[in-house]
């Protein structure tokens, strides 16, 4: 499985490939081509997809490369690619021929002006934001983090959540304080396999943050500017740094907006009326402010009976279909009613660490693909695929 980065830096002799083989190479491009991205329900063709088809010693060699981290989809596109291309394959030069797909991914960076030098190493921005609390935001933003770090990209995660941080809490990481470089600059804390930084980890415990809206908008500026994120990482940057925020639409959030670049918003909610009306807020308040709304995350849509199995939408059913639909933006992912969820936060282990193959861990992943799908289609204004082939 490849599950890096792909530089791309390919250039190919064309004249050496006879005529015949260079048209039916060409056949299994435009096949693939036309292929629909999982993540963004679009065609190869119509994104800035790179494919490389070759061949070589009776293989033909297929690669795609997408602009966001799907260690995971190796084997579900290889299925994909060569269900599509054998029946090219029957006849003609390259016939029986096999086929090596290799599915890569390329991060690009949102582009912005001016921003903090600490901030120079963090390529996109996501905020996850909530319109009230108690819909599972910080559980959500938690394993929206792990779940983009377990499909390969390196990832950092601020506690936003001035008045009740629960990063260490979820991480494991009580009682631990970040290191302090040059007398100004917090180093984030390990866990887990990212980069964190939190409230949590500044104040003693059961102390709780009890501010105005000005000196919060100010711990938080502080937190995001002044921590050296990306280090420790591989190349010293991060793919992405998740913003776990406070709930509302108040000071902290426009605080956010205002100061860095957002490459774009999740917002999480339940099917519950109450919880879509202060969603919507949520949906508005980013739009105002210019910051792209990447899609809603629908969570406790529905629960499973312990004891029978019976499936029920407690808190109604629905609802993120339709808000979706009515802000132009879309559905990410439904996220169940499950205790397991809760229990492994609670535990220092959210769910996509304690079970990372379980069903709940593989809906985290799609989500995340998903929203980070999102931030590739707002950054790239050129939707043409690159073609190489040899």
């Given amino acids: ?70 260690a995971s989809q190796q084997a579900a596109w290889a299925q994909r690619i060569r269900t599509a291309c054998v029946p090219l394959l029957a006849d003609g030069p ?63 995660l601020l506690d936003a959540d001035i008045y009740g941080p629960s990063l260490p809490t979820m991480f494991g990481t009580e009682g631990l304080r970040p290191e302090v470089q040059d007398g100004k600059f917090f180093v984030p804390v390990a866990a887990l396999g990212i980069q964190t930084m939190s409230l949590g980890y500044l104040l003693t415990e059961n102390t709780p943050a009890v501010w105005r809206g000005p000196m919060a908008s100010g711990a938080l500026n502080q937190m995001l500017t002044q921590t050296l994120w990306g280090q420790g990482s591989e190349d010293g ?67 499973t009976c312990s004891n029978c199995g019976h499936q029920e939408p407690v808190f109604g059913a629905g609802g993120g279909d339709k808000m979706a639909a009515e802000y132009d933006t879309r559905l990410l992912g439904q996220l169940p009613l499950a205790m397991s969820i809760r229990e492994q936060a609670d535990s220092g282990k959210p769910t996509v660490a304690a079970a990372p193959e379980s069903e709940v861990a593989a809906l985290y992943k799609e989500i995340a693909r998903n929203a980070a799908a999102q931030v590739w289609l707002s950054g790239d204004s050129e939707l043409l695929p690159e073609i190489d082939m040899s």
């Fill in 1 to 70: 499985m490849t599950d890096h980065h792909r530089e791309h830096d390919h250039q190919h002799d064309h004249e050496d490939i006879p005529a015949e083989v260079q048209a039916q190479l060409e056949r299994v491009a435009e096949v693939i081509g036309a292929l629909e991205d999982p993540a963004t329900g679009l065609p190869l063709d119509e994104l800035e997809a790179d494919i490389e088809v070759g061949f070589d010693d009776g293989t033909v060699y297929t690669g795609v490369t997408l602009g966001y981290p799907c």
């Fill in 94 to 156: 390259l016939a029986d021929a096999d086929i090596q797909c290799d599915l890569f991914f390329d991060i690009g960076r949102t582009e912005s002006g001016e921003v903090p030098e600490s901030l120079r190493a963090v390529k996109n921005i996501i905020a996850v934001a909530s319109g009230k609390g108690g819909v599972g935001k910080s559980t959500t933003a938690a394993n929206l983090a792990l779940a983009l770090a377990a499909e390969g990209a390196s990832v950092g």
């Fill in 237 to 303: 940057e991060l793919d992405y740094l998740v913003v776990d925020m406070p709930p509302g639409t108040g000071d902290i959030q426009l605080t956010l907006s205002q100061k860095v670049a957002l490459s774009g918003a999740v917002i999480v909610t339940t099917p519950q009326d109450l919880a879509l009306a202060d969603a919507i807020k949520g949906v508005e308040m980013f739009r105002k402010v210019s910051v792209p709304v990447l899609g809603i995350v629908e969570n406790m849509a529905l629960h």
